[in-house]
């Protein structure tokens, strides 16, 4: 019946009409009713984290003014001393060189598992290397803490940098976290690399460009604003890290960015204060979530750089 009315709507002329399914599709719309929750749930869970974080810091900037708090140099809170600048400045040590180590290593890897390796090699090895992204940290901080600073203190030239390390370093705990960064940047960014179109890279063969002139001046820049997501993100979670720079940097607040040297990072602070030593409702004790809001806001200037290069240096091809 609905062939014979089709048949003669364009017999006639006429635009055919649209067949359409009876039935309501309650499968279909519980789906979206299940996703719209989940990203209420998000909304709200970001929102309740914010509040919680909020609430007593606004308690401790009424007790400690911002002046203090972002100028000075010197951080005791037991002491009444409420500079978190050395806190800030360990925090970025380790980031600092975790991301000089895991850089180039992540988008070497991304260019050869893109550009170089065949097809069965690229299928054991790409799982390998996200399988260190679900090692535990507490495992890669116990690595550090016992394989590697004492590897580092026997191999350290001489007065390179201050001296040899001692029981803790920073540059041990970026070496760390490092290896835990390697992961996320080559495959976001050899997922970017793959997906460039093969005719750019056919084109440029066409004019005699060799693999790596192809790789480095062709694939690269068209997957930029992936590989530039993939090192933002690898920063903010190298920000965010708790266990190793808590097991390896060391407790030491130091404006520094020697690599031989102890720090004491934002995350590391938090963890080692928030055991319940600490009366609550105390200066000393709302300093754990001052210095959260910073750290939190910290990771969401990150994320909106990552949202900005994205969109400056997205390619679109059709």
């Known amino acids: 019946m609905a062939t014979?009315?089709?048949?003669?709507?364009?017999?006639?002329?006429?635009?055919?009409?649209?067949?359409?399914?009876?039935?309501?599709?309650y499968g279909e719309k519980a789906i979206k009713a299940f996703l719209a929750a989940c990203a209420v749930l998000s909304v709200i869970t970001t929102t309740a984290i914010l509040f919680s974080l909020l609430t007593p810091s606004i308690g401790f900037f009424q007790e400690v003014?911002?002046?203090?708090?972002?100028?000075?140099?010197?951080?005791?809170?037991?002491?009444?001393?409420?500079?978190?600048?050395?806190l800030v400045v360990g925090t970025l040590n380790v980031v600092l060189w975790s991301m000089v180590f895991a850089i180039p290593i992540g988008l070497g890897a991304a260019i050869y598992l893109s550009e170089y390796a065949p097809r069965r090699v690229r299928k054991v090895i790409k799982p390998v290397l996200e399988v260190l992204a679900g090692i535990p940290t507490v495992a890669i901080g116990f690595f550090g803490f016992y394989f590697l600073v004492p590897l580092l203190r026997d191999i350290w030239p001489g007065d390179f940098l201050g001296g040899p390390p001692g029981a803790y370093m920073a540059g041990a705990a970026a070496l760390c976290v490092g290896l835990m960064i390697?992961?996320?940047?080559?495959?976001?960014s050899e997922d970017a690399m793959s997906s460039v179109p093969g005719g750019l890279r056919e084109g440029a063969y066409a004019l005699g460009a060799s693999k790596m002139r192809v790789a480095?001046?062709?694939?690269?820049?068209?997957?930029?604003?992936?590989?530039?997501?993939?090192?933002?993100l690898g920063i903010s979670r190298a920000i965010g890290e708790t266990m190793i720079v808590l097991m390896v940097a060391g407790n030491l607040a130091n404006i520094s960015l020697n690599p031989v040297e102890i720090v004491q990072a934002m995350t590391a602070y938090i963890g080692i204060t928030a055991t319940g030593d600490i009366a609550t409702g105390t200066v000393e004790y709302d300093t754990i979530f001052a210095v959260g809001v910073l750290l939190f806001t910290m990771t969401l200037v990150m994320?909106?750089?990552s949202i900005r290069f994205v969109r400056k240096f997205r390619e679109v091809y059709e």
């Open 216 to 232: 480095l001046r062709v694939v690269f820049p068209a997957a930029l604003s992936g590989i530039v997501a993939s090192i933002v």
């Open 303 to 305: 994320n909106l750089i």
């Open 65 to 86: 003014p911002l002046t203090e708090f972002f100028g000075s140099t010197q951080w005791f809170p037991s002491q009444a001393f409420f500079g978190v600048l050395p």
């Open 182 to 188: 390697v992961p996320i940047i080559s495959s976001i």
């Open 4 to 25: 014979q009315d089709l048949s003669a709507a364009e017999a006639a002329g006429l635009p055919a009409r649209r067949l359409e399914a009876q039935s309501r599709r």
